[in-house]
DNA sequence: GTCTATATCCCGATAGAC
DNA sequence: GTCTATCGGGATATAGAC
């Protein structure tokens, strides 16, 4: 009667869980800024609720981190899909490899705080909570892998290349990103991104013979 | 007379010398593995010493971390000269590009304990210490930065690059091996360095004409 | 749901014996 | 130089009012 959950899943969203998002906004922006130790007080002021609030919302800190680590993960993964089926029906493998990479980029460079978090938080964490997240981890790289094979096998790549090195390399150079890279007026997330094809790409590809 | 100052000069260690080194290399493994926050305790007894004794060679945590970042600092510089003085006269632009490459990414395969730590550490400190070592970052980039300028002045560079970004992006592909590769049977460092040599100069370098 | 107040714990840091 | 013992600050987490 006196509060809205019977009609959250209509279309409005209840109260708790605007708090909570506006939660874990703040904690993606300050563990991407702090890393894994911030203080849970920062995050709760950056979010405007006292400290204490936090816990109506999560267990502690490991809860937090946990949820701006799958939400990372999950826009990740959608955004590749996403690009992927954008791609008309003549894509070569290689077109594919590059969408892939686009769409990795663009989530390093522009959605970036939770990926960022991810980037900075998944190499320390430890016990179970890694163990969840890094198959996560491995399906995505297990994607770009086969979308790489592909390319191989129809002759667009150049040979002699080492497939997981070669990803593991690119995806660095992604990631790295979120460490560098701001938005400004001389460097569009755009700009940056043809600049990482044509290196890249170029890099990759089989010459034209 | 009967403590080992007075020749520790000449060859030998003195013992304070010698703990301090196992200290600070307790703290740059722990540093690469846990970050910043590592508990004093665990670097403590990862280096055979009590927690107390810690302050005898060091000020605090931030005093620690100082020393571990420089070190990282100098043995990359040291590295870099290194690779370039041994270029015959001959050496082209881009072999100078290359021999760069070669170094950083050497520092962070093999010697990479300093390394990791600087690359995980760095990005989290703030504040006057935070200024030094930017300024040192800063000086080994326009290092780099200056290495490409010198190819795309002769045309070894393929046109429309944006030298900065480029850096930054390779750079970081070398930095992320430290969250990613471990030495084993199957790829060695330098296997690595091929791949990535391989990726970034095709990647970047002028086409044949 | 959110607040205030507080209990609890952990860790950095110091003092002083050896 | 290194240890043991301990102090004090600060952050997490809880209890309970509103």
Redesign the interface.
Same mark, same amino acid.
Do not use: N
């Given at each position: 009667m006196k509060n809205s959950t019977k009609v959250k899943n209509l279309k409005s969203i209840s109260k708790s869980e605007e708090t909570r998002q506006r939660i874990l906004d703040a904690a993606a922006r300050l563990f991407r800024?702090?890393?894994?130790?911030v203080r849970l007080a920062d995050v709760a002021e950056a979010a405007g609720v006292k400290t204490g609030s936090l816990y109506y919302h999560f267990k502690g800190r490991d809860d937090l981190v946990d949820e701006v680590l799958s939400l990372a993960m999950e826009k990740l993964d959608q955004c590749v899909q996403q690009e992927l089926a954008l791609l008309p029906d003549s894509a070569t493998p290689l077109d594919r490899v590059k969408a892939a990479i686009i769409a990795d980029a663009k989530m390093a460079l522009e959605v970036s705080d939770y990926s960022a978090a991810n980037t *900075?938080i998944f190499?320390?964490i430890s016990g179970e909570m890694r163990k969840r997240h890094y198959i996560r981890h491995q399906k995505h790289g297990e994607l770009i892998n086969a979308l790489l094979e592909e390319a191989e096998a129809v002759g667009q790549l *150049?040979p #002699? %290349?080492?497939l997981p090195?070669?990803r593991? &390399?690119? &995806? #660095?150079?992604?990631?790295?990103?979120g460490?560098?890279?701001r938005p400004n007026r001389e *460097?569009s997330p755009e700009?940056?991104i043809e600049? %990482?094809l044509?290196?890249? %790409? %170029? #890099?990759?590809q089989a010459p034209r013979k």
């Open positions: 800024k702090q890393g894994y130790s *900075r190499p320390i *150049r #002699g %290349l080492d090195t070669i593991m &390399l690119f &995806l #660095g150079a992604i990631a790295w990103t460490e560098w890279y *460097r700009s940056v600049q %990482l044509t290196m890249v %790409l %170029l #890099g990759i």
